[in-house]
């Protein structure tokens, strides 16, 4: 493919709006059409793209031989379905995260992105911060990883939301990028969870202790009860002996123990703001993907055994192996080598 990357977005809320300014900054994407079935939200953002046309009609979509890829930014309850189709119909795909509400989902997803030979790339974005990636440089394998994550609540729900861990605002929605970020810096794979919610039962506002092979411990602390105060919304301390290091919601990075540099300012969205030229360049030329559909399930298998051992109130085993489809009988590179590419 030597030209640009025709997309089309289907689903047309508020993440969609965050793409679609990328999208317009990225050289190498044209976007193409817009689907919602809310008429009104398709028009509005088509408008905004000044795409070819709007509609209401997926299949239009699929079925335009114009399409080189779909942006899928629905609800993430439909993400997995929607994914499946596109690829089904020999589109390109980008989902939003989390690409898969459960285990089963995810392995659909992994089975349509190797039947289908297209790609297939998702969100968790914090792995491409130059945070992230100054920080792994310094440390590569710690002993432990804190991630906490604390929204304002709503409501007359206190420590849970209406739709509970699944839903908008639960558990994998929000701190899915809590784990993910956890196994991509702890570079070893996990293989028991022991997780505990508000009172005893499986709510939002809880902590997941991941126990990984090489003896490291990951943390995941998510609250819906509230923020405020001294931290911010995303905190994150990493521990290996005598160096350490501790990020404020991915602004700055800094270190202590070791005379290696931080990060004395950066700016929140580096990294999601360059994820439609990954994928463009994905599509158009090949190579690593930056976010395959094996990597980006991580969460929603240990979000699974989370709430297994919340409701269980005890550790449960994890082996990615034993939950992920693998045609060739082993982890795929992206999960064995942690998120490098």
């Not at 304002?152 to 639960?170: I, K, L, M, W």
């Not at 609250?223 to 700055?252: D, M």
């Not at 030329?285 to 094996?294: L, Y």
Request: proline share 6%; charged share 20%.
């Amino acid at each position: 493919m030597d030209r640009q990357l025709n997309i089309a977005i289907v689903g047309c809320g508020g993440i969609s709006r965050s793409h679609l300014r990328n999208m317009l900054k990225t050289p190498e994407v044209r976007v193409h059409a817009a689907m919602d079935i809310r008429e009104a939200a398709a028009r509005e953002r088509a408008e905004q793209g000044e795409m070819r046309y709007w509609t209401t009609d997926l299949d239009q979509v699929l079925s335009d031989d114009e399409v080189d890829a779909v942006a899928i930014c629905s609800t993430h309850d439909t993400h997995t379905d929607l994914a499946v189709k596109a690829a089904g119909a020999g589109k390109h795909v980008f989902v939003e995260k989390p690409p898969a509400m459960t285990i089963a989902e995810a392995r659909r997803l992994q089975r349509a992105a190797h039947e289908s030979g297209v790609q297939m790339m998702s969100g968790w974005w914090f792995k491409h911060s130059p945070v992230t990636k100054r920080l792994r440089s310094v440390i590569e394998q710690p002993y432990s990883v804190l991630f906490t994550l604390r929204i304002p609540g709503q409501p007359g729900h206190g420590p849970d939301g209406p739709a509970g861990p699944y839903g908008s605002n639960g558990i994998l929605d929000n701190s899915g990028y809590n784990l993910h970020w956890i196994w991509h810096v702890m570079r070893s794979q996990p293989v028991e969870v022991y997780a505990q919610g508000f009172d005893g039962k499986p709510t939002n506002s809880c902590t997941i202790l991941v126990r990984f092979a090489n003896g490291g411990l990951g943390i995941s602390v998510f609250s819906t009860i509230g923020s405020g105060g001294i931290l911010p919304k995303h905190y994150a301390e990493v521990h290996a002996g005598p160096i350490s290091a501790a990020t404020t919601r991915f602004y700055n990075l800094v270190f202590e123990g070791t005379d290696e540099p931080g990060i004395e300012e950066n700016e929140y969205h580096n990294g999601f703001n360059e994820e439609f030229g990954m994928f463009a360049r994905l599509c158009t030329e090949g190579g690593a993907n930056p976010m395959d559909m094996w990597e980006s399930c991580v969460p929603t298998v240990i979000f699974e055994k989370a709430l297994e051992s919340m409701r269980a109130r005890r550790p449960v085993p994890l082996d990615l192996e034993r939950e992920m489809f693998l045609p060739d009988g082993k982890l795929p590179p992206s999960i064995a080598n942690f998120g490098d590419v």
